[in-house]
C-alpha cells in the first residue's frame, strides 16, 4: 500500500473483531452438520471484512468524501438529467408501508402500494400521450428491449417475420444498437444530415420491407427537436414499421408536445432522469414503457388494472411478450418519480420544461464565444460544443474536462455524440440558478483562455483531486478486480 | 404557484431571454410543428405541497400491511432479514445516491473502490475469481447468463430446471426470444431436478443447464453430481442461481464448477420494496471475463502511483461497441450493491455463517413443529431456510385468514405448480421468533381443522 492510498475495507479487517447483531437461538438446538452432507459444507468462510460498526461508518463517510454527487456540486453532464433529488421522495420510500411490503402478499394487502402505481401508469399515459404503460421495466435500456420485443411479437403476429431491421440514427445513444441486438434485430444506421436532424433522404433509403422499426430519440442527442418528426413517422408507418421513442430527454418538452402525438408507437422513459430518482452512483433506475392502443396486448405481463374499485393484477394476457423481470418493477424509484409528479403537477412540469431549455440555450449563447458550436440554433434542453478549436492548439476535450475536475464541477459528457468531433455535451437542468450557470461558464471561458495562453495547465489536469488520471491501459490489460492480500 | 425546485427568478428569465436574443421562452420551442404542439394542460392531479403530499402518501402507505406490522413468512425469492442501521446511513450520504456512473474517476474514486469491494465480496461468496459490479437483480441476471452461454458457445439449446424460481424462468423464456434459443424445461422430482431427465435431455447443442442451489423450494441441489452430468458434454456450461446467504453455509457453486453464478443480493441490506429494486449479482470464470454483461470496476495507478480504481475492459459494453455489445445493461442498481457491500460488512465473516445456521435452525423447528401439528412436509432431504408444506386447504384463503391474526403466511405453490394444489412454501429467517413460529404453526393447524 502507498501510503496515499485509502484503504480498502479488507485491509481495516482485523481476526476476531464483529459489528453483527445477530437473535440468540431461541428454539432447541439442532445438529446441522448431521443433516448436510459434508461436502456440501463450505470448509474456508467467505473472506468478508472483521470491522466494527465504527470501522465501516468511517470507511464509506471517507469513500463518499472521495466521490461526487448533484448535492455536491454543478452535474452538467449531457443526456444524463442530473437534476436535483428532491429529499421528500427519499422519505417518502422509507415509509414502512412502501418498504418493507412483500411482492407476493395477498393484493387485498397492498391495495395502497397499487393505487400508487395506477396513479403514475395515468400520468405516465397523460404525459406521454400513449394508450397504456407498464412499469415492469428496471431502467432505460431494459423499457428499450422491452418495447422492441413488442414490436418483434407485433409483426409476427401478424405474419411479418422478415422484419429484421431496426434503424438507428448514428447519433443515438449505444444502448439502441445494443437492444435491438438483444431483440434478434440487425441495427442500421441513419445519417444525421447538415442541420443535426436525421437525413430524411438517407431514411427513405434505409427504410424498406425488413424495418421493424426506427428507434428515435426527440430532441435528439444533440439537443435539437427533429421538426421533421411527422414526416419520419409517415415514412416508417408506410413501410409498415413501428416508431419507437427513446424517452432519455423528455425533460425538454413535457407539456409542449408528447410523443404519442408525434405518432410514436412505443416509448420508454428513464424515471431516473427526467422524474428525479436519483442516479445511485449507477443505478437503480426505472425504465417503463409506454404504448398505443394498437401495441397495448403485447405489454409484459402481469399488468395493473383497476376492476370495480380494486387494483389488481392482470395474468391472463395472452398476446404479452412475457416477463421481462421478477415481480413488478422498481417499485421504490417508481414511488420516488410519482411523488415529484404529484409535487409539481401539469404546471410545474412544464415550467420545468421551460427552464430546462431556458437554461441550455443561455448557456449555449454565453460558450459559443469561445467554443465551436457545430449546430447554431435554438437547442432544446442541452446542446453539444466541439473542442475542434482547443485541439488545434493540443488540447483536447478529455483535457478540458479534467481541467473542470480542478474547478469543482462534474464535465459534461464528453465524445458523445459519436457524429460531433471532440464532443461536449452540456445539460444543466432547470433545477440549477442563474449564479450557479454563470459561474460554470465563467471557468469554461477561463479554460478557453488557458488554452491560449498556458495550456499545459490544461493538458496536464487535474490538479487538485484525489488522484490524478489514472492508468487505464494498464486496469485493461492487467486487470484486478477484486481484492487480494 | 410556486415550485420549490425551480430556482429562476422573472429578472433571471428576463437577462437570460435577453442574452438568448429571444422575447420568450415561447420562441424557443418555435421549432415544434404546430401540428403536434400540445396546447392544452395535461391531465394529472394538482401540485401538493410538501406536508399534504406527505400525509397523503403516508395514509396511502398505511393502507399495505408490512412485515414490521406483521410476522411473515414468506420468502420465494424475497425475504425479511434484519438491516443494520448503518445500512441506511451509508446510502443516504447524497455524494453516493446523487452521483451518476463513475465516469469521471478522479471524482468517483468513493464509487468505484465500493464497487470493487462488492466485486471482492460475491466473488468470495460465490467461489468465482470475476463478479461485475450488478445486474437489475437475480431474474435478469439470470436471463443474460443464459443468453451469454448461448453466445459463447455458440449454441441454442438451454435446460432450465423447473426447481429455478417460476418469474426467473418466465425471464428466461423472453430474453431468449431475441437470439431464438430452445428452453427445455427439465421436471422436478421429491422436490429436485429430475437429475435422469437432466442426463437424457443433454446433448452435444446443449449451451447451458440451469439449476438453483437452494432451489425454489428450498432444497438443496446435488451440485456435485449435476456438474459432472453437465460436464459430460464439451463446452456446456452450469449456471447457477443462488441465494448468497445459504453461501455463508453451503460450499458455493464455483468450487462444485458451475460456470456463472448469478443471485440477487436482496438479502442483504435491501428491503423488500414491493419486488425492487433488489440487485442482482454476476460472477463467472476468468475465461468468460471479457464477456461478462455490465460495468466492471479494476484496480490501477495513477500518475503518481497511487492505488486507485477505474471502470474497465469497457469494449464489452454497448456505449463503446453499440450493436457488437455483450449485452444492452447501461444503469445497474449501484446503490444497492453499496447497501448489500454495507451490510456484508457489518454481518462480517463470522456473522455470515452463524446468520446462514441461525435460518438453517429455525426452518428445521418450524419442520418439526408442522410434523408434531399433524401437516404434511412434503419434500425430505437436504435443506435451506424455506420448505413446503401441504395445507390441506386454499392457500390464498388462508393467508387472508393468517392477515387478521398478525401474520403473512407463505408462498401459494399453486399458482405456478398446478400439481402443488394447496401446498404453501414457508421461508424462516433469522427475524422469526420461537414464540412466532409456534403461533403461526398453531394457527395452521387450526385453519386446517
Known sequence: MNKKDFPLMFERSKEGRTSYSLPELDI????????????????????????????????????????????????????????????????????????????????????????????????????????????????????????????????????????????????????????????????????????????????????????????????????????????????????????????????????????????????????????????????????????????????????????????????????????????????????????????????????????????????????????????????????????????????????????????????????????VEEAMMVEPTETESKETLDAFIDSMLAIAKEVDFNPEIVQEAPHNTIVNRMDETLAARKPVLKYQK | MEFRYLPMTDSDKQEMLATIGVDSTEELFADIPEQIRFRGSLNLKKPANEAQLKKELADMANKNVNLKTHASFLGAGVYDHYIPSVVDHVISRSEFYTAYTPYQPEISQGELQAIFEFQTMISELTGLPVANSSMYDGGTSLAEAVNLSAAHTKRKKILVSKAVHPESRAVIETYARGPELEIVDIDCEDGYTNLQQLADAIDENTASVVVQYPNFFGQIEPLEKINELVKSQTKTMLITSSNPLSLGYLTPPGEFGADIVVGDTQVFGIPAQFGGPHCGYFATTDKLMRKVPGRLVGQTVDEDGVRGFVLTLQAREQHIRRDKATSNICSNQALNALASSVAMSSIGKHGLRKMAVLNMKKARYMKQKLKETGLRVVHEGMFFNELVVDIGSNVSEINKQLLNKGFIGGYDLEVNYPELKNHMLIAVTESRTKEEIDIFVKELGDLHE
Open chain 1, 28 to 419: 432447541p438446538d439442532f445438529d446441522l452438520d448431521a443433516d448436510i452432507e459434508s461436502n456440501y459444507i463450505r470448509t474456508t468462510p467467505a473472506n468478508l471484512p472483521e470491522v466494527s460498526e465504527l470501522d465501516i461508518m468511517r470507511h464509506y463517510t471517507g469513500l463518499s468524501n472521495r466521490n461526487y454527487g448533484v448535492d455536491s456540486g454543478f452535474y452538467p453532464l449531457g443526456s444524463c438529467t442530473m437534476k436535483y433529488n428532491p429529499k421528500m421522495n427519499e422519505d417518502v420510500a422509507r415509509f414502512d408501508g412502501f418498504s418493507h411490503i412483500h411482492p407476493y402478499q395477498e393484493t387485498e394487502s397492498v391495495q395502497g402500494a397499487m393505487e400508487m402505481m395506477y396513479d403514475l401508469q395515468s400520468s405516465l399515459k397523460e404525459i406521454t400521450g400513449m394508450h397504456e404503460v407498464s412499469l415492469q421495466s428496471a431502467a432505460g435500456a431494459h423499457g428499450e428491449w422491452t418495447a422492441l420485443m413488442m414490436i418483434r411479437a407485433f409483426h409476427e403476429a401478424n405474419g411479418d417475420t422478415n422484419r429484421t431491421n431496426v434503424i438507428v440514427p448514428d447519433s443515438a445513444h449505444g444502448t439502441n444498437p445494443a437492444s435491438a441486438t438483444v431483440a434478434g434485430f440487425k441495427a442500421i444506421t441513419v445519417k444525421t444530415n447538415e442541420n443535426g436532424l436525421v437525413d430524411l433522404d438517407d431514411l427513405k433509403r434505409v427504410v424498406d420491407e425488413k424495418t421493424a422499426a426506427l428507434m428515435l430519440t426527440n430532441p435528439n442527442t444533440l439537443g435539437l427537436f427533429e421538426t421533421e418528426i411527422i414526416e419520419m413517422a409517415e415514412i416508417i408507418h408506410e413501410a409498415g414499421g413501428k416508431l419507437y421513442y427513446d424517452g432519455a430527454n423528455l425533460n425538454a418538452i413535457m407539456g409542449y408536445a408528447r410523443p404519442g402525438d408525434m405518432g410514436f408507437d412505443a416509448v420508454h422513459l428513464n424515471l431516473h432522469k427526467t422524474f428525479t430518482g436519483p442516479h445511485g452512483g449507477g443505478g437503480p433506475g426505472s425504465g417503463p414503457v409506454g404504448v398505443s392502443e394498437e401495441l397495448a396486448a403485447y405489454l409484459p405481463k402481469p399488468l395493473l388494472t383497476k376492476k370495480e374499485e380494486k387494483y389488481v393484477f392482470e395474468y391472463d394476457r395472452p398476446s404479452s411478450i412475457g416477463r421481462v423481470k421478477p415481480y413488478y418493477g422498481n417499485f421504490g424509484i417508481n414511488l420516488r418519480a410519482y411523488t415529484y409528479i404529484r409535487t409539481m403537477g401539469a404546471e410545474g412540469l412544464k415550467k420545468a420544461s421551460e427552464y430546462a431549455v431556458l437554461n441550455a440555450n443561455y448557456m449555449m449563447r454565453k460558450l459559443q464565444k469561445e467554443y465551436d458550436l457545430p449546430y447554431d440554433q435554438h437547442c432544446k434542453h442541452e446542446f453539444v460544443l466541439s473542442g475542434k478549436r482547443q485541439k488545434k492548439l493540443g488540447v483536447r476535450t478529455l483535457d478540458i474536462a479534467k481541467r473542470l475536475l480542478d474547478f469543482g464541477y462534474h464535465p459534461p459528457t464528453i465524445y458523445f455524440p459519436l457524429n
